[in-house]
């Protein structure tokens, strides 16, 4: 399999380090372009993949394009590239907002397309994408767009419809854990701890947390009631958190970016 890339930033770089990692693809197997140089240089550098100056020659060669360009040039890089693609080809798009239907018509023709979002967590093999499909994608392109997107991480086909929602709920919800992280580390400095230690115990909670919820298969609202103890330290923690609004917080902001998703 060939795998084209055009756009060489932090997403394209954890894709394509997941995907060289698992074997999926081999750096023989892979070609990079973007708009700058230096960018696509690096990548060659870091991941020994061969570099192109031309979109449209990397189309050529790519029996799987992924598009990792910011949303608001994915429609000149289609301009561009729309003539230059292979008609078997797979155009992997991970813009959010960008509909199988808008991506359609702005290749006018009969393209194979995957959308998919995933995350930054990607970058330490923690990611998970959701991703759907145009009609036309045969069965043995959606398993290797599988295998591509699970080299990373998780990976589960959803409806179109829910890939906003998904934006809010993963693809842009590691910036909401960040901000917990450091406003626990804040706290626990101002109560005497050193910064680097504070950000450790709060970022290994946070992550084993998490890990309780996936294996655990218990509800998060069970594995909280866990930890709280009658008259203990964390129900005492949990009132306050309840009292000042951090669920309704948390799902207004979740709102705020679900909209803004659907918008662009």
Sequence with gaps: ????????????????????????????????????????????EKFAVKSLK??????????????????????????????????????????PGKTIEWLTERFAGPVRVARAMPNTPAMVGEGITAVCFS?????????????????????????????????????????????????????????GMPRSQAVAFAAQAVLGSAKMVLETGLHPGQLKDMVCSPGGTTIEAVQVLEKTGFRASVQKAMKACWEKSKGM
């Design 135 to 191: 009609e036309n994608v045969p069965e043995d392109q959606r398993q290797l767009a599988f295998s591509l997107l699970r080299s990373f991480g998780r990976a589960e086909q959803v409806p179109e419809r829910l890939m906003d929602a998904v934006v809010s709920v993963s693809g842009s919800s590691p910036a909401y854990v960040f901000i917990l992280i450091e406003a626990m580390a804040d706290a626990a400095v101002a109560q």
């Design 1 to 44: 399999m060939k795998l084209g890339i055009i756009g060489c930033g932090n997403m394209a770089g954890a894709i394509l380090s997941g995907v060289l990692k698992s074997g999926v693809c081999a750096p023989g197997d892979v070609v990079v372009t973007d708009i700058s140089q230096e960018a696509a240089g690096g990548f060659e």
């Design 54 to 95: 031309s979109a449209q020659a990397l189309c050529k060669e790519a029996q799987v394009l992924l598009l990792a360009v910011k949303p608001q040039v994915y429609e000149g890089v289609i301009n561009e590239i729309r003539g230059a693609c292979r008609e078997d080809a797979l155009i992997l798009s991970i813009a």
